[in-house]
């Protein structure tokens, strides 16, 4: 342990499989983080999150009663700060997309390890994006596909755009491209926060949700262009 006192991350762990569900609570517990609540199906999932209010939900897809999407769907649509790391035995391009879609964070395959696990955690906690090796480019080929889908009829006399700052438009225009948090406060060379601060105002002033959502409206607009 260094002398830096940390804030506790809130983490409650979703699964189906016992004995699974305890091991990964029990690692988690072990490496620093408050393990708030565990569920084992999508209803109890959906009711102990909203008891709890959990940082990062560790969510399995695969779920009894109510698929792990819909949970994912039904509480970021809640609260958009929640961060959901899907934790899957699938590693379907179908599973992982529509994951995404519904709100989650990131996807890591049952196979990682639990150092894996313990810092995939740590940094969807601060709101990077997490994917299993190989998963990351095929997100990001979805981000743009869906961009280069005509928009759902929208209003052409919407009112002006919201104005964002210089160092906002910068910012976004770094996350467009896929680069995480800290890479982005690497480059800038300024703070993981101030980073999370400009990323929480832009989805504000544009009234988006999360970071889906966030960065197919730049690549709409050629952001993540050179």
């Known amino acids: 342990m260094t002398g830096v006192r940390r804030e506790s991350i809130k983490v409650m762990v979703v699964d189906d499989h016992p004995m699974w569900r305890d091991a990964v609570a029990r690692d988690?517990?072990?490496a620093g983080f408050e393990v708030v609540a565990t569920a084992g199906d999508g209803e109890q999932a959906v009711r102990r999150a909203r008891a709890v209010?959990?940082?990062v939900l560790v969510l399995d897809l695969n779920l009894p009663v109510k698929p792990?999407?819909?949970?994912?769907?039904?509480?970021?649509g809640a609260d958009p700060a929640l961060r959901v790391l899907v934790l899957s035995a699938s590693g379907e391009h179908a599973d992982v997309l529509e994951a995404v879609k519904s709100g989650a964070t990131g996807y890591l395959l049952k196979s990682a390890s639990t150092a894996e696990l313990i810092d995939a955690v740590r940094r969807t906690a601060v709101g990077?994006?997490?994917?299993?090796?190989?998963?990351?480019?095929?997100?990001?080929?979805?981000?743009?596909?869906l961009a280069s889908e005509p928009a759902p009829a929208a209003d052409t006399d919407e009112p002006k755009a919201p104005r964002l700052t210089d160092r906002e438009t910068?910012?976004?225009?770094?996350?467009?491209k896929g680069l995480s948090y800290k890479q982005i406060a690497e480059r800038l060379v300024i703070s993981h926060r101030t980073v999370q601060n400009h990323v929480q105002n832009t989805l504000g002033k544009l009234?988006?949700?999360n970071r889906v959502e966030l960065?197919?409206?730049a690549i709409e607009r050629g952001l993540d262009g050179e």
């Open 170 to 176: 910068e910012v976004l225009r770094l996350v467009a």
């Open 207 to 209: 009234q988006l949700h």
């Open 68 to 76: 792990g999407v819909q949970v994912c769907k039904e509480l970021v």
């Open 215 to 217: 960065v197919r409206y």
């Open 53 to 55: 209010a959990p940082d």
């Open 28 to 30: 988690l517990a072990e």
């Open 128 to 145: 990077d994006p997490v994917f299993t090796p190989g998963l990351a480019g095929l997100v990001l080929g979805e981000y743009r596909r």
